[in-house]
């Protein structure tokens, strides 16, 4: 898999808009970028994914550069509960052969009132 | 409701004994994970299963062991040869009927006292 690379920390304000940047330079064509998060103490939560095309769902946006090598996540109107971890990855689609799945240190995100 | 099970969610170790942590889903997934967490870390792969009676080594198996007798299930063994198990283990399941995203249990926490 790929190697990302994500800012440590991220403040942002309550109501605002989050941004949190991913570089995957190294990223190949068969390859997605996946985005989690995770509350202290809990299992990773699934946000989005996507391959080329911008995506969106009832959590985030999901914004990938033309030339694939970094994307952002977009969490619209940031509320406390959003403050966590966030995990950039990418990976292959595959059913069989390995997957070594990895993830990074991710982005700490802290939302300020 | 479907999901990922992991049990127990807190366990506590004597140096030197064997542990088994529990993963159980009925997500009818194919592929299942486990992972190691330490804190302020990311998340590192111990070992990872395709399909029944397979599994692979990830990156950091050493001191540990796992059985996919059933497609359910997926227990994850922490031996006494793992020297500092002190962690918090997640289990993760992928599936075509998910659109092969990965989805994660809620973790075990593993202390040695």
């Known amino acids: 898999d790929a190697k990302t690379t994500q800012p440590t920390s991220m403040d942002c304000a309550e109501g605002r808009a989050a941004n949190l940047p991913c570089n995957h330079s190294t990223i190949s064509g068969n390859e997605y970028v996946y985005w989690y998060r995770q509350i202290h103490s809990q299992g990773p939560q699934y946000i989005i994914h996507?391959?080329?095309n911008n995506e969106t769902n009832e959590m985030a946006s999901l914004i990938i550069t033309e030339d694939r090598k970094s994307s952002t996540l977009i969490l619209p109107h940031a509320t406390l509960r959003d403050t966590a971890v966030y995990y950039c990855i990418v990976r292959g689609i595959s059913n069989f052969g390995n997957e070594k799945l990895t993830f990074g240190t991710g982005t700490r995100l802290t939302i300020i009132p | 409701d479907g999901g990922i099970t992991q049990s127990p969610k807190y366990l506590f170790r004597k140096e030197g004994q064997n542990v088994t942590l529990s993963c159980e889903q009925n997500?009818?997934?194919?592929?299942m994970y486990w992972y190691r967490q330490d804190p302020g870390q990311g998340l590192r792969l111990i070992y990872y299963?395709?399909?029944?009676?397979?599994?692979q080594k990830g990156d950091i198996a050493e001191g540990y062991s796992v059985s996919r007798e059933k497609k359910e299930s997926f227990p994850l063994t922490v031996t006494s040869a793992q020297k500092n198990p002190t962690a918090f283990y997640l289990c993760a399941s992928r599936g075509i009927l998910s659109g092969n995203t990965i989805y994660f249990g809620e973790g075990s926490w593993l202390t040695v006292v």
């Open positions: 997500l009818n997934h194919d592929a």
């Open positions: 996507g391959l080329k």
């Open positions: 299963s395709q399909i029944v009676n397979d599994f």
